[in-house]
């Protein structure tokens, strides 16, 4: 996997060592030697990933970061800082400035590759989710695109079987508003992980009876906590052990002894990762619901039938698959009567009655204006016929009142077809239920016919 990182170093043989050792990964690399040149390569080349060190004249990482954060154009971008300053106090300077990560000089090469690897991968995934939620906003199907909010109330769980750690680590999440849970053992762990709804879950690595790498692996293999961050709590001799979890899909990590400030900051930002991604799934979500449904009636649209029809065709039906549309009589005469309020309302009407009447594994679309779609898998001739009967029927007995103490009769015609031919192109079948609705129409209204499809 390749990526484009931008390195932003004040001393050039800096840049230039970080430049070769990137490029032997196959990672395209550019430089830059101060915070304003960054921001400007940063805006202009989108870099998957940004180093940066802490230490440089005029507008120094920490306000070149907070720079690139406040900035829409680059705010997604990854940044790890880089400084030569170890106290714990300038890390936590640097996470609270919206900082991903930040390592220690000399640059330890093994520890700085995962974490390339590990937020290059989480920014592909939210990069796509972006992009899709921005189209979806821009469309007016998605949210606002508001920023993620506090992370007071979020829940998070703590692995660990070292009490005065968890209560540490419990305690210090606390002050954050984060929601801990405890627990000890790999079974507990799994068991509440898959019963509650977790923000974070914080695992050390220092578990004495059961293998800690074994647990992250089954929590990113289990389906309801594989997209839950998953921050590491790693003693300083177990760097081979950390490297592991990230092969795994840790998403951070903090060291023994535990900074209640450092653990708080880097929590935090896990947890409004988590948040902005789900926000991003939920607009795709709704976008993807409005372009493949019908708002007035809740049912599926004819985009959504034409690739759910041609899918059922190419999985072939031996026991036959068969098509219904249905046309609302005169219902010209509703909207210029009543008006199209009034019109909607025998629409949604109608579109109730359909959806009581037809089984749970057939599919029904709003075709067009007054026009709809039944598409019956496993279904006969005969067995066609009859639901178009049973379906008309239902719609002539509706109760419809437009207007106080006046009923207004409603009434469908059905064209149906059916085919048991696998090489029959879906258009095809829709045609010829097309053509017999138009007979239907033609022979009077109110009455289903059906004809083949060949």
Not at 83 to 96: H, I, Q, V, W, Y
Not at 299 to 318: I, K, S
């Amino acid at each position: 996997m390749t990526a484009r990182i931008l390195v932003v170093d004040d001393v050039a043989a800096n840049t230039r060592l970080l430049e070769a050792r990137l490029g032997a990964e196959y990672y395209q690399v550019a430089t830059s030697h101060s915070g304003l040149d960054a921001i400007e390569q940063a805006q202009a080349w989108q870099p998957d990933l940004i180093l940066l060190d802490v230490m440089m004249p005029e507008v120094d990482g920490y306000e070149t970061c907070k720079r690139l954060k406040d900035a829409p154009k680059t705010q997604h971008i990854p940044v790890v800082m880089i400084t030569a300053l170890s106290a714990p106090k300038e890390r936590l300077r640097g996470l609270e400035a919206g900082a991903d990560d930040f390592l220690t000089k000399p640059v330890d090469y093994d520890t700085l590759l995962a974490r390339v690897k590990s937020l290059v991968r989480l920014k592909r995934l939210l990069d796509e989710w972006r992009i899709r939620g921005e189209t979806a906003r821009a469309l007016g199907l998605g949210g606002d695109g508001a920023g993620p909010p506090s992370v007071a109330g979020a829940r998070a769980l703590v692995i660990d079987d070292f009490e005065p750690s968890m209560l540490m680590m419990q305690d210090g999440l606390a002050r954050e508003g984060i929601l801990a849970a405890r627990v000890s053992t790999e079974i507990d762990a799994i068991h509440l992980a898959a019963t509650m709804n977790f923000d974070l879950i914080v695992l050390s690595l220092a578990l004495t009876n059961q293998d800690p790498l074994r647990v992250a692996a089954k929590l990113r293999a289990a389906e309801q906590t594989q997209n839950i961050p998953l921050l590491l709590v790693v003693d300083p001799d177990q760097k081979s052990r950390m490297l592991r979890g990230f092969d795994i899909g840790a998403s951070d990590w903090v060291l023994r002894p535990v900074d209640e400030n450092e653990l708080r900051a880097r929590a935090r930002n896990q947890i409004r990762r988590k948040i902005y991604q789900d926000r991003l799934r939920a607009d795709l979500g709704h976008a993807l619901e409005m372009a493949l449904t019908d708002a007035l009636t809740g049912f599926y649209n004819q985009r959504y039938l034409m690739r759910h029809l041609r899918g059922l065709m190419e999985a072939g039906q031996p026991q036959g698959l068969a098509v219904m549309m249905i046309d609302v009589d005169h219902f010209k005469s509703v909207n210029d009567r009543w008006g199209h309020q009034i019109g909607d309302q025998a629409l949604r009407a109608i579109a109730d009655a359909l959806r009581r009447r037809i089984r749970v594994f057939d599919s029904i679309a709003r075709y067009g204006g007054e026009e709809f779609a039944v598409v019956m898998p496993g279904t006969s001739v005969d067995e066609a016929k009859s639901a178009a009967e049973r379906l008309r029927t239902a719609i002539a007995e509706m109760q419809f009142y437009p207007e106080p103490g006046l009923r207004h009769r409603l009434t469908v015609s059905i064209g149906v077809s059916s085919t048991g031919q696998p090489d029959i192109a879906p258009e095809r079948l829709l045609q010829s239920a097309d053509q017999a609705l138009y007979r239907a129409k033609r022979e009077g209204r109110n009455r289903s016919s059906y004809q083949e499809a060949v």
